[in-house]
Structures are given as structure tokens and as C-alpha cells.
């Protein structure tokens, strides 16, 4: 089975999108960021995921996140960009201006809002998709989350995706948490391209046969995600991954986004992280204290 991407294998942050007080894209912070996050051990970037908001901009904004982080000399093979949206024609318009960018891969949320639904309806969305971008370099990333979607791909799912779509449905992002799924899906399609949701699961990820993880929390972690990468076959692995895990999960106590943002405010001292677009807020001060406690001698802060 074909699974070739551009996409490197390794660690992928999901980044964060920093905006003006108006809530518009801060593009310089944008691009100044993802050039850090790349210098300081993430092998690419997941643009426009869940982390960056991006269900909370609009198509044309978008598109314009895309073209300047890109313009800016960021290299597209580096990036997986989130083109997921409840109508497929935006999907499409998405992709197919990612795609054209040069873009590693695309990462594609199922349709959120209808519930219930059949792998008939969902094969039919892949489908009108597959056929409006229309390019060869189409390269499909599934994204599986349904803690946020309520639509998750099984196994039965994702092997029909691929045989309907070989070569282009080619990767996995696997946010579910549940470890289980993620071993099954690489012990029976072996050689997809599978990342866990999650910097917890990546050196048995690895292991198993994964290629990596694309994490939220990989904004503050990415320096520990990447020398895990880098040493996941030495004996300091596992030593490396249970430091890793203590500092992921002191993460979970609030909004991966909200918490984030606020932390960098805090490290930097620019409090225009803080600015994000509703429904999301900035974490309540107790939740601001009990975040900054469980991450008390468990993250090196980062050099910003």
C-alpha cells in the first residue's frame, strides 16, 4: 500500500495563532512562532488545527493565513494544514489553495455537525472532496477526534477511505486517546502514516510502528518532544517520555488553547497572547494558578 507524503515524520506542532486586540491574525507573531517552534525540535507544524482556532476564522481568513505563512518562506512541505469544515465546498477551497502552496498535507476533520452519521455519508463527503481538488499532490491526513466531533473513524472506516482513495488518504491523526486504537490501527494497516494526538503516547507510538505525534501542548514541550524523537531507540527513552508525559498531562487541567496562550503571556511578557476569539476565554484565575503549579519543575520554559 502506497502512503507516501512530503510530510516529515517526527513531531508536529499544532501552533497557536496569535492575534491583534481586534482579534485578527498577528502574521509577524504568527510567523515568528511557527520559525521557533521549528528551530526548537518540531520537524513541521500543523496549521490552522484545532490549537491555531481555526472553526473560528473564516474561509478567506484562512486562505490568507495560509499564503502569508508560506510567502514568509516557511517551507509548505513542513506544513499540515487543517482544511476541515462542515460544508464540503469549503473544504474543497481549502485544500485545493493548500495543495497549490506546496503544502505537505492536509488534515481534515470529519463533517461535525450532523450526528449519527453512516460510513456511506462520510465516504461521500471524502469523495466529493477527493474530486474538487482534483491534483495528484493531494495528500489526506484523517483527523480523529470525537471528544470534539462525535463522528469517529473506525477501523472498518478508515480502511474503506483508503481503498477508495489510494495514495491521497495516506495518514492519521489520532486524537482520541485511547491507546488501544492507535496500536490497532498500526498493527493492521502497517506503513500509515499514523501520529498520536498526544506527546503521552509517543515513544510507544513509535514503537508500534506510528510516525510521530501532533500535539497542542508541543508549543511548550517541543524542545522534550523533539530530543524524544531523536532518542526514541536509545536506553534514555523511556526516562525521556516519563518526563514528558508528567509535563503534557499538567497541561490538562484547562483548554489546551486558552491555557497556552496564557502561559506564553506570562513567559514572554506580551500580553497580547492573550487575545483570542470566542467562544474561548482566557482561563479563569484559579485555573491560571492550578495550571502554573502542576508545570512547577516539570517544563523548562521556553526561550521565546
Not at 512541505?77 to 469544515?85: A, M, Y
Not at 513567559?267 to 484565575?285: A, E, L
Request: proline content about 6%; charged content about 20%; some cysteine.
Amino acid at each position: 500500500m502506497n502512503f507516501e507524503s512530503n510530510l516529515p515524520k517526527g513531531v508536529i506542532t499544532a501552533t497557536l495563532t496569535p492575534l491583534h486586540a481586534d482579534l485578527s491574525v498577528n502574521f509577524e507573531k504568527l510567523i515568528s512562532h511557527i520559525k521557533w517552534l521549528l528551530n526548537n525540535g518540531s520537524n513541521a507544524i500543523c496549521l490552522l488545527g484545532t490549537t491555531g482556532e481555526a472553526n473560528s476564522f473564516t474561509v478567506e481568513e484562512r486562505i490568507e493565513v495560509i499564503e502569508r505563512v508560506v510567502d514568509a518562506g516557511i517551507d509548505p512541505s513542513k506544513l499540515l494544514i487543517g482544511t476541515g469544515s462542515c460544508a464540503y465546498p469549503d473544504t474543497i477551497a481549502l485544500s485545493k489553495f493548500a495543495v497549490s502552496k506546496g503544502a505537505g498535507g492536509v488534515l481534515i476533520l470529519p463533517p461535525f455537525y450532523y450526528k449519527n452519521l453512516t460510513d456511506e455519508g462520510i465516504l461521500a463527503f471524502y469523495r466529493r472532496i477527493v474530486e474538487g481538488v482534483d491534483n495528484e499532490r493531494l495528500r489526506i491526513y484523517l483527523y480523529h477526534f470525537p471528544k470534539m466531533t462525535s463522528v469517529p473513524f473506525t477501523l472498518p472506516l478508515i480502511q474503506k477511505l483508503i481503498a477508495a482513495h489510494p495514495g491521497i488518504v495516506v495518514g492519521f491523526k489520532d486524537s482520541g486517546g485511547d491507546w488501544k486504537n492507535m496500536k490497532a490501527i498500526c498493527q493492521t494497516i502497517p506503513g500509515f502514516g499514523l501520529y498520536a494526538g498526544t506527546e503521552k503516547y509517543l515513544l510507544p507510538a513509535l514503537r508500534a510502528g506510528a510516525i510521530g505525534c501532533i500535539s497542542a501542548s508541543a508549543n511548550a514541550t517541543v524542545k522534550m518532544c523533539g530530543d524524544l524523537y531523536q532518542q526514541w531507540e536509545s536506553p534514555e527513552a523511556d526516562q525521556i517520555q516519563t518526563k514528558l508525559t508528567a509535563a503534557r498531562t499538567a497541561f490538562e487541567s484547562t483548554s489546551f488553547v486558552s491555557g497556552l496562550k496564557f502561559l506564553f503571556s506570562e513567559w514572554t511578557g506580551d500580553s497580547s497572547w492573550r487575545n483570542i476569539r470566542p467562544p474561548n476565554v482566557m482561563p479563569s484565575p484559579g485555573e491560571q494558578t492550578v495550571l502554573q503549579q502542576d508545570l512547577q519543575g516539570k517544563l523548562e520554559l521556553p526561550k521565546t
